[in-house]
């Protein structure tokens, strides 16, 4: 490639793909190579991370070593692609890339690399060096005078720097993007962006690219005669780039300050700088900054007149300038040499140079002017892609909001169908799921019926005859005595049978009336705390008639000290339609015996007899509603309504206890129940 480079070219070589290490560039690469020397010795797979320190060591010799970046970016490139390892060569080619284009190698692989990196980092969206490779692209376009490409890539590289993501490249980017205005003349432009670059800077750790802004600022406010300004921002990036130990930068800044202080007449100290950046730039292999310091040396013999060694100076610059195409610098030496020419009053030499540095500014200037309209035309093309895209993104969305309005609306829709089909559902299914209720509330309504029913046709066949067979008894054997058919006398042998029938009759009576109240109003109770030994001796005493006719023995078990909570005359009840039962089924000679188990809340009260038992399928039915409709007649055939079991149980759990029963067939029954022995705590 030809290095028609302008004035500010120097600075553009800042813009390695790499973070600036922390450590002193010596020490960073004595660090690299101890790590490349110890992996190499312990016989290590040349891995990834073995990659990545090749790619660092070529970085930090890109300014002082081409062939050995050459060579080391071969490695790391060649390694890579064994591996498939896409960062690698990526960073291997830019790294190769650059150092070309700073070194003036005439290389036609050089775009062809960089494009292919580019590939490799957006495959693998790798944006800081894909952002790296544009501004690196940027470069050689500059080098090649392709400015209108040039533009373009960096705007392509700050598109990937928006939301502040890549602060680091962002101030590359911009500091590029501003030396390229002031190559083309318009350094008030370049200014402001190098200012907004500078204001990027705030966001880093690494003081580095402070400096690296502030020195090139340095640069315009000099070219634009703002030298206090220049100088300000010049010491400031001296100061940095001597604490981070960047001398290819600190060699730049102190040439920049020596042409400022030229530019003032202060010759004494701008030799002092000027010999400083000498002695850094022994181990550099930036051509360009090496003549321009030889353009320094010349202007400084120029100024303090030493003719003679300015002339020496001027011919060996521009000789140079020629050897590597570098159209300013020969300007530069031609201008020179023509005033010394003139001075010397050597009119054929002076019009020679001023010739060549007519041409040569005449056809720059025109250059410039060809550039700047291309630049201008670039960003105008840029700008108008990024509205077209504006526009285009705006129809996108706009067309994604209308697919997104129209699907919400479908989705809308379903939700409403679905909302409706599933209340719809919900209300099929509530619907049935009542109907089922009313069902089943219309069975149990039915069976109630069917069980009043029953019961009504029980209590009138109760009424009917049960109760009305002893009372006609009773009648006809008074008809008989008023009728003087028997002797009073005879009637006392009917005694017995009487009091028997109507002491039976009196307690159906008894449990009809306690059975109807029961199921019309519920019980009423009144519960008090009452022994009930002796309240069992009174039923006892009550029945001891019906048991003596059968020979039945009935015991009194119950502890004296036995004290329950409970409505005395349901407990009376309950304790006498058991003991009842128990004679009624109980053969004569039989034992009835009553007996009480204290528990820990209540009293257990069982009543057992030696009767015929009940049989399994009787057990079942016991104290349920239907029950109440069958009777069974006793071991003399007594005949009952088949309530009392059904009042028992109604009784008991009316005063907070239960009732349950224990029989074998032919061997007798214990009927227990239980009795708090305190008011039950409802809570």
């Known amino acids: 490639m030809k290095c028609n480079y302008s004035t500010l070219i120097a600075i553009l070589i800042f813009c ?120 690196i692209k940027a470069i050689y376009k500059t080098y090649v005078n392709d400015y209108e490409g040039a533009y373009e890539q960096y705007q392509n590289a700050l598109l990937l720097c928006e939301n502040n993501k890549h602060p680091l490249e962002e101030t590359k980017l911009y500091s590029n993007l501003a030396t390229l205005f ?7 432009e370049s200014i402001k962006i190098y200012i907004k670059a500078l204001a990027i800077t705030d966001r880093l750790e690494d003081k580095f690219w402070v400096g690296v802004v502030k020195s090139n600022l340095g640069f315009l406010y000099n070219k634009t005669h703002q030298f206090d300004k220049a100088i300000t921002f010049l010491d400031e990036s001296i100061q940095i780039f001597t604490e981070v130990d960047r001398k290819e930068w600190l060699a730049y800044a102190y040439l920049t300050k020596a042409n400022i202080l030229l530019n003032i007449n202060e010759t004494k100290e701008a030799l002092r700088y000027l010999d ?57 030496f031609s201008e020179i040499l023509y005033q ?37 035309n670039a960003k105008t093309n840029f700008q108008k892609q990024q509205n077209d895209l504006k526009l285009e993104n705006q129809r996108t969305i706009k067309q994604q909001k209308t697919y997104i309005i129209f699907s919400l609306f479908i989705v809308f829709l379903v939700i409403l169908i679905a909302y409706y089909g599933y209340r719809n559902n919900n209300t099929i299914t509530n619907l049935n799921h009542q109907l089922e209720e009313k069902t089943i509330t219309l069975e149990k309504s039915e069976k109630t019926l069917k069980y009043a029913n029953e019961t009504q046709e029980k209590l009138f066949s109760i009424i009917s005859h049960d109760l009305k067979s002893p009372i006609n008894a009773l009648k006809n054997l008074l008809l008989l005595i008023k009728n003087g058919d028997i002797e009073p006398k005879d009637f006392l042998n009917f005694v017995p049978k009487l009091y028997s029938d109507v002491d039976a009759m009196s307690f159906t009576l008894n449990n009809l009336l306690t059975w109807s109240k029961s199921q019309m109003n519920g019980f009423v109770n009144k519960p008090i705390s009452f022994q009930i030994h002796e309240k069992v001796n009174s039923s006892i005493q ?66 057992k007899d030696n009767g015929v038992g009940i049989t399994p399928e009787i057990l079942k039915k016991l104290f349920k509603p239907d029950s109440a409709l069958q009777s069974t007649y006793g071991t003399n055939r007594e005949k009952g309504t088949g309530l009392g079991l059904l009042l028992c149980k109604e009784m008991v759990e009316n005063n907070g206890g239960k009732i349950f029963v224990k029989s074998t067939n032919n061997e007798g029954s214990t009927f227990y129940f239980t009795i708090p022995k305190n008011p039950i705590d409802n809570n």
Do not use: M
Not at 108 to 132: C, E, F, P, R, Y
């Open 182 to 188: 002031s190559v083309l003349g318009d350094n008030d």
């Open 276 to 332: 400083l950046s000498k002695s850094l730039q022994k181990n550099l292999i930036d051509e360009k900054l090496k003549q321009d310091l030889l353009l320094g040396y010349t202007k400084y013999h120029q100024q303090i007149n030493e003719l003679e060694k300015s002339e020496q100076l001027a011919k060996e610059g521009y000789l140079s300038s020629i050897e590597n195409q570098n159209q300013i610098l020969i300007a530069n």
């Open 16 to 135: 390695s793909f790499l973070n600036i290490p922390k450590l002193t560039a010596q020490a960073k690469k004595q660090e690299i190579l101890s790590k490349i020397t110890a992996h190499r010795l312990e016989g290590k797979e040349k891995d990834s991370s073995y990659i990545n320190l090749i790619n660092a060591l070529s970085r930090e010799l890109r300014y002082s070593n081409y062939d050995s970046v050459k060579i080391l970016s071969t490695e790391a490139l060649d390694l890579s692609r064994k591996i498939n390892y896409k960062q690698g060569q990526a960073k291997a080619l830019l790294t190769a890339s650059f150092s070309e284009i700073i070194a003036c190698k005439d290389s036609k692989k050089t775009l062809g690399n960089i494009d292919q990196a580019i590939v490799l980092s957006t495959k693998i969206k790798a944006d800081s060096t894909l952002i790296s490779a544009y501004n």
């Open 542 to 607: 009550l029945l001891q008639e019906n048991a003596n006719q059968k020979k039945i023995t009935i015991i009194n078990d119950v502890p004296t000290s036995a004290q329950i909570y409970c409505d005395v005359n349901q407990f009376n009840l309950i304790v006498r339609n058991l003991v009842t039962n128990g004679i009624k089924f109980t053969p004569t000679g039989g034992e009835i015996k009553i007996h009480a188990s204290e528990k820990e809340q209540f009293w257990e009260i069982s009543c």
């Open 340 to 376: 010394l020419y003139k001075e010397k009053e050597n009119q054929k030499e002076a019009l020679f140079y001023l010739e060549k540095f007519k041409n040569i500014t005449d056809s720059t200037a025109l250059q410039s002017k060809q550039n700047a309209l291309a630049l201008l």
